[in-house]
């Protein structure tokens, strides 16, 4: 057993701990939530890690996306993520695919293929897609809603994605979800917050500026997020893994 998983071992025991890695998990987005996920999961013992990101850190970035610093702006998210993953455990199989995830390049991902699938992604449409492929997958499937607008750390939860109740963005990807058809409702724990803040420094930022970074984005718009918002909710993600593996080798 490596030292570094002494303190994880001596509370999930040794069959937990020889799940957790040996388990293949497949990650959907390396931004201000995925990247805390990837942390907590490889320090926990995870061996087995997709992460799929299509895009390079920014300055924008640096405020919340743990691999993001002023030396790695311009860099592959997934690269400069993998090279921190691997200094933290070195026998790690980390595979890094810079690519977009959505209809069209599903297929390249074979889900099939792993006992976890989780959801980062912030494009409503490619999100839609992950839910229905991520529900018909083998594997257990989690997912993060919105974590921007948000300042209240007590208000972030875990609840079944069709009972999601004041989120903005459940709400939509359920409506469009029901819209396209095609999706059967199993029940599946997503991370949430029903708290909606407004963005007060719109005029600080600049209109401009923050219409220029939603059009390089492929986004509709750019809300403010912090940091101990984006990384609990990483964190939870990572911890409804952990605890299913737990549970499954505990029970």
Known sequence: MDKYLQRTTLLVGENAQAEISRVRI???????VGSWCAEA??????????IVDFDTVSESNVNRQLMA???TVGEVKVEVLRRRLLEISP????????????????ENFALAGYDYII?????LKDKA???????AAPGVFFSSLG?????????IKVGNFWKVRDCPLGAALRKKLRREGGVQEHSFLCVYGDEVLPNLGVAAVGEDALGAEALSAGKATINGTMAHITGIFGFTLAGLVLKDIYNKANG
């Open 26 to 32: 497949i990650l959907f987005g390396v931004g201000g």
């Open 41 to 50: 999961l490889v320090r926990s013992g995870v061996r087995h890690l997709t």
């Open 69 to 71: 610093t002023p030396t």
């Open 91 to 106: 026998e790690a199989q980390i595979i890094a695919c810079n690519e977009h995830y959505s209809a069209q390049t599903a």
């Open 119 to 123: 959801d980062a992604i912030d494009s």
């Open 129 to 135: 897609d992950l839910i229905k492929r991520g529900m």
């Open 147 to 155: 974590a921007a607008l948000k300042i209240d750390p007590t208000r």
